[in-house]
C-alpha cells in the first residue's frame, strides 16, 4: 500500500473508531517548542508537577519514544456534556472528569487502532499515548492542523471548540503529515479576563502554579491561602477558559456512553459533598479521572471551598 493510500486508511479508521478529527505529523524534532518549555520550567511555572522536567529530550522528539518513528497521528475525542449538575451553585467539577476515566475509554481505542493497522498494512511498530507519557500533545495537534494552541493554552478546532481529549500514535509508518492552520484567537482577552486566578499571565502562557485544576489534582500539599476567594467553587478541575471561549458556542455533545454520569454524583447537593464518606468515594468514582486526587485530597478540596463559600 502506498503512502497515499495509507494516510487515506487511517483517516478512514479514525472516523469507524469514534475519533473527531484525525492529524498527521512527520515524527521529528520539536524545534519552536524547544525554547518555549526550557523557560516555561526554568520560570518554574509548573509548580511541583516535578516530572515535566523529567525526559526533556523524549518530549521534544518522538523518534526518542519510538525507535524507527516516522509519523506521529494525532486524534481528538469529544467530551462535551449534554449533562448538567443539578445544582448549579455547588460545588463545581470538570466536564471532562462526568464518565468514566478517559485514559481507559481512549487507550482501548488506540490499541484497537494500532492492531487493525497491524492487520491491513502489515507490520507496523509504534506506541499509543493518552496524557501519559512525555507527549507535548497539543504541539502535535497543531502541528496536524487539528486545531489552534489558544490564549489559554488549549488546543481549539474552528468546527467545535475545545473540548476534546488529545490521544497520537507514533508508528514507524510513512504517512502523508497535514499541515498547520492560523491562529483564530484574534484579540480576544475573554479567557485572560475570566481566570479566577489569574493562571493565564499572557497571551498563550499559564502558569500551572497558579491554575485551579492544578491545585485540586496535581498539588498534594495544603491549598495555599493566597487563592481561599478565588476557586470559584470548583473542587476538581476547572472549565472556565473553556466556558467563556467564543469558538466552544460550537461544541456539540458527545457520541459516548461511557462519558455519561453513570455513576449519579451530578445530583449530589451540596450536603452529599459536604458529608462524602471513604465508602461512597470508592463506589462513586471507582473508574472514574476523580480517583486521581484520592479521598483526602478531594475533601481536601471541598473543604478549602467550603471556607470560601461558608453558609
Not at 478531594?298 to 470560601?308: A, D, E, T, V, Y
Request: net charge neutral.
Amino acid at each position: 500500500m502506498n503512502k497515499q493510500t495509507a494516510t487515506r486508511y487511517v483517516k478512514e479508521l479514525s472516523r469507524e473508531l469514534g475519533f473527531d478529527f484525525c492529524g498527521i505529523s512527520e515524527a521529528g524534532f520539536l524545534e519552536e517548542e524547544a525554547p518555549r518549555l526550557e523557560k516555561w520550567l526554568k520560570e518554574g511555572k509548573h509548580g511541583e508537577m516535578r516530572y515535566m522536567e523529567n525526559y526533556f529530550d523524549k518530549r521534544l522528539d518522538p523518534r526518542l519514544l519510538v525507535e524507527g518513528a516516522r509519523s506521529v497521528v494525532s486524534l481528538l475525542y469529544n467530551y462535551f456534556p449534554d449533562e448538567q449538575p443539578h445544582s448549579p451553585d455547588g460545588p463545581k467539577i470538570s466536564k471532562y472528569a462526568y464518565g468514566k476515566d478517559y485514559h481507559l475509554v481512549i487507550k482501548d481505542k488506540l490499541f484497537v487502532f494500532l492492531e487493525r493497522l497491524r492487520e491491513t498494512l502489515g507490520s507496523v511498530e509504534g506506541r499509543v499515548f493518552v496524557d501519559s507519557a512525555p507527549v507535548l500533545e497539543k504541539a502535535w495537534a497543531t502541528r496536524s492542523g487539528l486545531g489552534w494552541t489558544g490564549k489559554n493554552a488549549n488546543l481549539i478546532t474552528r468546527q467545535h471548540g475545545s473540548f476534546f481529549f488529545i490521544a497520537e500514535l507514533i508508528i514507524d509508518l510513512e504517512l502523508e503529515p497535514d499541515g498547520p492552520i492560523k491562529d483564530y484567537c484574534g484579540t480576544c482577552t475573554r479567557c485572560i479576563d475570566a481566570c479566577p486566578t489569574q493562571a493565564i499571565v499572557e497571551p498563550y502562557v499559564v502558569d500551572g502554579s497558579r491554575c485551579i485544576s492544578y491545585l485540586t489534582i496535581e498539588l498534594k500539599e495544603q491549598l495555599p491561602d493566597r487563592f481561599k476567594d478565588q476557586m470559584d467553587n470548583w473542587f476538581f478541575g476547572c472549565d472556565v477558559c473553556q466556558d467563556v471561549c467564543p469558538w466552544n458556542r460550537f461544541s456539540k455533545p458527545h457520541q459516548e456512553p461511557l462519558f455519561k454520569n453513570t455513576s449519579g454524583f451530578l445530583g449530589f447537593s451540596e450536603g452529599d459533598w459536604t458529608e462524602l464518606t471513604e465508602e461512597t468515594f470508592q463506589k462513586v468514582f471507582k473508574q472514574s479521572a476523580v480517583k486521581r486526587t484520592g479521598y483526602k485530597g478531594l475533601k481536601r478540596n471541598l473543604q478549602f471551598i467550603k471556607r470560601q463559600n461558608p453558609t
